[in-house]
């Protein structure tokens, strides 16, 4: 023998009291549901007014405030990246080039196509620091030394 459990047309009874039951009961389970959130599910409830466009003053945080013109200065970073920065926030300007190791020697590499950059230094820059592309870093011309004829050799003092 099979039987045949149908749907039968509208709500089940148990539907039906279980819904009564929570609308009988709405106040109480909305004071419960505030007091666990803190208020936050009547808040939630309201809706929502949108602020007015005008007066309002907004403020984007983080950050030093940018300098109306920067002042570069050329910097070698601890993992040998030769780059221009603003002396008054800090923040790169251009990459320059690379101090790289080639057979035991530390070489400055420009930022040219030539050499595989991706993102080459402009032709002005690669004309006025070709000279320096793959000068030797030793004892006797330190990063600093580098550093500071790339500076001449740009005319950033």
């Not at 939630?44 to 983080?62: C, D, F, N, T, Y």
């Not at 030769?82 to 420009?110: M, P």
């Amino acid at each position: 023998m099979v039987e045949i459990i149908s749907k039968r047309d509208g709500p089940r009874r148990e539907d039906v009291q279980v819904k009564r039951l929570i609308e009988q009961n709405r106040s109480t389970i909305v004071r419960l549901a505030d007091q666990i959130s803190g208020g936050g599910y009547s808040a939630s409830r309201k809706p929502r007014q949108k602020p007015e466009a005008e007066g309002l003053i907004i403020h984007v945080g983080g950050g030093s405030p940018v300098a109306a013109e920067a002042e570069p200065s050329i910097r070698v970073t601890l993992n040998g990246r030769v780059i221009s920065v603003d002396r008054n926030t800090s923040r790169q300007l251009h990459h320059i080039g690379d101090v790289r190791n080639r057979g035991g020697e530390q070489v400055f590499v420009l930022a040219t196509k030539q050499n595989g950059y991706f993102s080459p230094v402009d032709e002005t820059i690669a004309q006025a620091l070709a000279g320096l592309d793959g000068s030797r870093l030793a004892a006797s011309y330190t990063e600093e030394q580098l550093a500071a004829d790339i500076g001449l050799k740009l005319g950033i003092a």
